[in-house]
């Protein structure tokens, strides 16, 4: 990737651009891992699917313009938060905030920045979780906490978020006033379709756990799996093997 840098930076800038490659690669198989573990406990995958990228070099460029800085790496790493950038769509609302807190609890992620705009919509109607995290990079004589935004949403989110960027980019930003009203009544139909959503989910697993409990289980009836709440003899037999996954018995 070229950047029009002033100085020769060349270095630090193929330095920078491996970090956020590499923080990528660390979130994406922190998600990948967090997903199959709740597929196991709940039979279903919170998250739709995952992008990621990292920022183009126009996008960088006009973004330290924008804040009056110098094109230099420096500025690009000190000011630029979302050089590498991943989003997540999640099935359900209730899957935003598990994900969220699976990935703030773990103890190589430091939480630098949250923007909560599922409680609190931006005026256009516009709704997403928003962190911006850093994880360490273990390089041969090092390690570099590096930067990365996680935005996670649902489906309904993302559909409404593409659309009204489209049209926001061929309005460049001045959309005319009814434009902007009926974006802000679509954003208010994708709420109340997610809380539906969330609703019917609900209904559909108290009718599972209803029907498991007063049938036979047939032939092809999976194996039961351990589920996360579940603080039965499954959950405590793994906790007892917890110790052994890093460990080595003697011969
Ligand atoms: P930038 O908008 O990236 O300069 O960062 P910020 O510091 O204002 O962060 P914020 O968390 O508010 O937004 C980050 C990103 O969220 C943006 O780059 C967009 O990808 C997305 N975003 C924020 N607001 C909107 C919006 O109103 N519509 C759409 N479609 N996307 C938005
Ligand atoms: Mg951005």
Redesign the pocket.
């Known amino acids: 990737m070229q950047l029009p840098l002033y100085y020769n930076e060349e270095d630090e800038w193929n330095r920078a651009l491996l970090l956020y490659d590499s923080v990528l690669r660390e979130i994406n198989t922190k998600l990948e891992i967090l997903n199959n573990e709740f597929k196991q406990a709940h039979q279903y995958n919170p998250i739709e699917h995952i992008t990621s990228r990292i920022k183009s070099p126009e996008s960088i460029a006009r973004?330290i313009r924008k804040k009056g800085l110098e094109l230099t790496v420096e500025n690009i790493v000190k000011y630029v938060?979302?050089v590498a950038g991943v989003r997540i769509i999640c099935s359900f609302t209730s899957d935003i905030y598990r994900i969220a807190s699976s990935i703030s609890n773990q103890d190589d992620v430091t939480v630098l920045r949250v923007?909560d705009y599922i409680a609190n919509p931006?005026p256009?109607g516009?709704m997403?979780y928003?962190m911006i995290v850093s994880i360490p990079i273990f390089l041969t004589n090092d390690v570099i906490d590096t930067k990365v935004?996680i935005?996670i949403r649902t489906i309904a989110m993302d559909f409404w978020?593409s659309l009204?960027?489209k049209i926001?980019y061929k309005f460049e930003g001045k959309a005319p006033a009814g434009i902007k009203d009926e974006l802000k009544e679509c954003a208010n139909i994708i709420s109340f379709l997610d809380e539906k959503m969330l609703s019917i989910n609900e209904s559909v697993k108290h009718y599972h756990e209803d029907f498991n409990g007063g049938v036979a289980m047939s032939s092809d009836t999976p194996l039961p799996v351990v589920s996360a709440d579940n603080t039965g003899s499954s959950a405590n037999s793994l906790d007892a093997l917890k110790s052994y996954y890093g460990s080595i018995a003697e011969d």
């Open positions: 973004k938060n979302d923007k931006k256009n516009y997403s928003h935004e935005q978020a009204e960027h926001y």
